[in-house]
């Protein structure tokens, strides 16, 4: 869990927000203190490379920053920073600012795997593990920018199809067809590797 | 298709976004068929392999980076925030206080209306239009004098200023805030 999906950290959240509404900027450092990670995340799942991926976390906190006037405070800042991060991404992507890259630069021997120490028993396994997420990281980059953009939405930022569809301004029906086509190109990657490698 | 089964409804019955008597009747309709519980099983591999994903750790802290560039514009004082509505306000006073002008402007240097400033003589549009056309047809430029007072040519730029801060989108918009708005930010 990313420090700031912490409900621990959340309780003074409100308070950063409203402080660094009013200018306060060493608010606002503490708010990308605690989201940076969940946020270069998402870049770096839509880029694959690392350097893109902070040139991208940096630029959407600056853009939160200049829009947090409009920010409601009664909603949790983490879902509106990665979408800022996703709609950044895919804008990127589109406008081929990023180049693009099929392989995941960051080896999954460096990932965070602190959640999987109490889970997965054997070491074996987290090497199964390990090989799964960085196919499922290199199936992802095979994928077309909107598709990548729609998978992240919908399994990392958890949206509904209708939430997805106001965010990327598509009609439902495009959504759903998008995501769909998606994930069987995603599954018949897996399924592909996996096959070849054993 | 499996035995009736689309692959969008295993998708969407996998979501969630079925309603209850839709997810009831596939979720009958796939203990029936082996072969939607393979799709149904390789769709939710997947899904188990996004949730299983970890994070990539952070390779630098990214704060002294954001606060070096933070450039939002500070809070505009109040009087600047009432720019646009002292500029609305002095535009529709040019506009009361000039109205007999503008009138007799556009009824050839006839004052209609009352004023508290003179009648202004300015040079007749329908002459003006046919010196052009005489111009033209003759080949040759008309000669028209513009004899303004120098109210009148404040009257005249005036105009143009409200105009163009109209075009320029800088009238009935906040000073410092942009006028568009992005959608990454909804």
């Not at chain 1, 990023?98 to 960051?106: C, F, G, K, S």
């Not at chain 1, 998978?151 to 759903?176: L, N, T």
């Not at chain 2, 980076?65 to 009087?79: D, E, M």
């Not at chain 2, 506009?95 to 003179?118: I, N």
Request: charged residues 20%; hydrophobic residues 45%; proline residues 7%.
């Amino acid at each position: 869990m990313a420090q700031g999906d912490d409900p621990a950290t959340q309780n003074d959240e409100p308070a950063l927000l409203r402080r660094a509404q009013q200018g306060d900027e060493m608010a606002f450092a503490e708010l990308v203190r605690r989201h940076q990670t969940a946020v270069f995340n998402v870049a770096y799942r839509l880029f694959g490379r690392r350097q893109d991926a902070e040139d991208a976390a940096q630029e959407a906190f600056l853009r939160a920053y200049q829009a947090l006037d409009r920010f409601d405070l009664s909603r949790p800042f983490a879902p509106w920073i990665k979408r800022i991060t996703a709609n950044l991404c895919l804008n990127w992507l589109e406008s081929e600012r990023v180049r693009p890259q099929v392989t995941a630069d960051v080896s999954e021997q460096s990932t965070v795997w602190n959640d999987w120490a109490a889970t997965v028993p054997t070491p074996e396994q987290t090497l199964l593990h390990r090989e799964q997420a960085s196919r499922l990281r290199n199936a992802i980059l095979q994928l077309s920018p909107t598709y990548r953009a729609v998978i992240e939405y919908r399994h990392f930022q958890e949206m509904s199809y209708d939430e997805i569809a106001i965010v990327m301004a598509r009609p439902v029906s495009s959504v759903k067809s998008d995501l769909f086509r998606a994930r069987k190109l995603l599954a018949e990657y897996m399924q592909h590797h996996e096959t070849g490698e054993k | 298709m499996v035995n009736g089964l689309t692959d969008d409804l295993l998708n969407e019955y996998l979501d969630g976004e079925l309603n209850e008597t839709e997810r009831q009747e596939v979720a009958a309709a796939i203990t029936r068929s082996p072969e939607a519980q393979t799709r149904l099983a390789e769709l939710e591999a997947l899904f188990a392999a996004f949730t299983d994903m970890p994070d990539v750790p952070l390779p630098a802290d990214l704060t002294p980076g954001v606060l070096a560039s933070l450039t939002r514009p500070a809070p505009s004082p109040h009087w600047l925030r009432l720019l646009p509505l002292t500029q609305v306000v002095a535009a529709a006073l040019l506009v009361v206080l000039f109205w007999g002008a503008l009138q007799s402007w556009w009824t050839y240097g006839r004052a209609l209306l009352p004023t508290p400033l003179p009648p202004v003589a300015l040079p007749d549009v329908g002459e003006w239009i046919s010196g052009w056309v005489t111009a033209v047809t003759n080949l040759s430029l008309p000669s028209i004098q513009f004899n303004l007072a120098l109210y009148q040519w404040a009257i005249l730029i005036s105009l143009a200023l409200i105009i163009w801060l109209l075009g320029a989108r800088l009238l009935f918009t906040e000073p410092g805030r942009p006028s568009g708005r992005h959608f990454y930010e909804k």
